[in-house]
């Protein structure tokens, strides 16, 4: 890589750039759901930053496919003291292998390699995605190679900001739903009457649900 690209990413993330976490959901997700109305209570408002942009949101949530949270930062930190700037353009310009090297699947490297270069070509609109509903987002997204389900939902989630996206592919999401509610498995059928009871604040159930699976026992 040439040293042009080598001072750590600045991003303009503004302080209140957070996941939604509104009074307004907040209240209504206590009243809709006693059990979580007690952890609302018991936490508080969650202050969660959302991605900075669409394309390192992508960039971000195709790195944490299938590792841990510690290792996606790792890789995250790595990129960030290589390159001046995460666009398309600065991507494209670097190699496959350049990529691996922060520590990713060379798979991975080569799915965020080939969406760079979509957009630059000019095939890709992240930011159409702006004017679509969620479920249409999601079918454009699971279109690119290396975004399924659960990533599309990360994207809609950290990168748009949508307020009612509940994830039945996140394992921590499932975790807060088995300890908050005493279950020993949670199907399809049991989860999506949890969706349809958090709605349509399914975003800042999100967060409470990710605190509730950090703890053993609530």
Known sequence: MGSDRRSKIHYPLLMSDYLPCTEEAMDYLSKAD?????????????????????????????????????????????????????????????????????????????????????IEEGSLDLERLQTLEDDEVTKELVK????????????????LKRPDVLSYGDLAILRGIRILYNLESIDRPTFEMYRRRYSPYGTTASLYLWAVSKTKAL
């Open 144 to 159: 690119l190679k290396g975004i399924g389900p659960w990533t599309a939902e990360m994207i809609l989630l950290f990168g």
């Open 34 to 118: 006693p059990e979580l109305g007690r952890i609302i209570e018991q936490i508080g408002p969650i202050k969660r930053p959302a991605d900075p942009d669409l394309f390192s949101s992508v960039v971000r949530h195709i790195i944490g496919q299938q590792i841990s949270i510690a290792a996606q930062a790792t890789i995250w930190q790595r990129m960030g003291e290589a390159f001046d700037s995460l666009t398309p353009a600065a991507v494209q310009a670097s190699t496959v292998d350049e990529l691996q090297s922060f520590g990713m699947t060379f798979r991975k490297a080569e799915y965020i390699h080939n969406i760079a270069i979509k």
